[in-house]
């Protein structure tokens, strides 16, 4: 308190302390009942006055106090923010050059089936993905024994119900690159791999049910759960396919073994063609990788 807060405070309990005499002097000789109440009045108005002179002279702190309390400007209350939530099965974070081997030693300790799901953003996507209601890995998975592999024709080609016509018959290429290592691929890095990526570990041992644990799908034109564990079902029974990455927009099989002839590489080809998305110029190019590659790779966009 300053200086002239307290000298103001000073002369009004002064005054105040007068105005009670007078008032309790004016009461006690008042003859009527209304001259009493108004002089008792008076004294007890010019008491709370003495009280306040009290209070802010002799305990100035606590008068302090108790005026920043009341006028100092309260702090904004916090918004409670949503908690993001939790992703549903463990996670394995590793540098990207070694996800695969990472992977390869979580396969073979059986706990269940592992996936590589990519960086960061994609660990956010599939997150989103899984807060879609409705998608439950189980349903999925039972709907999927009901479809065709080519299922996803009925909901994602119709622009094009005849993908053979997309792609003109070139000759068989010469060489196929290898690619870049599994579901460490950065498109916006120009080739380099991720500098870490997670790795989940599925509550199964099925190998190709990851799109239905993940809620992968139904966006940019990729299929939906339980069409995409449909089209990788025979994969897997007649070439051994696993499902190594899924990142937020492709899926990365691992295989035994490719087609046996370039007819049959022609006609997967022309199935793969439908299913995801090619950077390639013709079904040559696509059927010369399934049977050279042990690393079939899927994307949308």
């Excluded at 139904?218 to 007649?238: D, T």
């Excluded at 396919?241 to 997967?268: Q, Y």
Aim: glycine letters at 10%; aromatic letters at 10%; one cysteine or more.
């Amino acid at each position: 308190m300053n200086g002239y807060s307290r000298g103001a405070l000073a002369a009004l309990g002064a005054v105040s302390l007068v105005f009670v005499v007078i008032g309790a002097g004016v009461a006690m000789r008042a003859a009527t009942l209304g001259e009493r109440i108004a002089g008792g009045a008076g004294c007890a108005f010019f008491g709370l006055c003495l009280v306040t002179f009290a209070w802010g002279v002799i305990w100035p702190k606590a008068f302090n106090a108790r005026i920043e309390s009341n006028y100092a400007p309260r702090p904004a209350r916090r918004r409670k923010t949503a908690r993001p939530a939790a992703f549903p099965y463990p996670l394995i974070t590793v540098p990207g050059e070694e996800a695969l081997a990472a992977w390869e030693r979580l396969l073979a300790e059986g706990r269940g089936m592992p996936v590589i799901l990519g960086g960061d953003e994609d660990l956010a996507a599939h997150l989103e993905q899984l807060s879609i209601k409705g998608r439950k890995a189980e349903d999925s998975l039972l709907k999927a024994q009901s479809l065709p592999p080519d299922a996803f024709r009925a909901a994602w080609d119709t622009s094009d119900p005849d993908p053979e016509a997309v792609l003109p018959d070139k000759p068989w290429p010469k060489a196929v690159a290898a690619g870049p290592p599994f579901g460490t691929f950065e498109p916006a890095m120009k080739g380099a791999v991720r500098p870490r990526v997670h790795i989940a570990l599925l509550p199964t041992h099925d190998p190709v049910a990851a799109p239905a644990f993940l809620a992968f799908g139904g966006v940019n034109g990729s299929p939906l759960p339980a069409q995409h564990v449909a089209f990788l079902r025979p994969l897997a029974e007649r070439y051994g396919a696993v499902v190594v990455s899924c990142t937020a927009d492709a899926l990365e099989l691992r295989v035994e073994r490719g087609p046996a002839t370039r007819g049959e590489a022609l006609a997967l080809a022309r199935l793969f063609h439908g299913y995801s998305t090619w950077d390639v110029a013709s079904y040559g190019e696509i059927a010369a990788e399934l049977m050279t590659l042990r690393r079939w790779g899927f994307w949308w966009d």
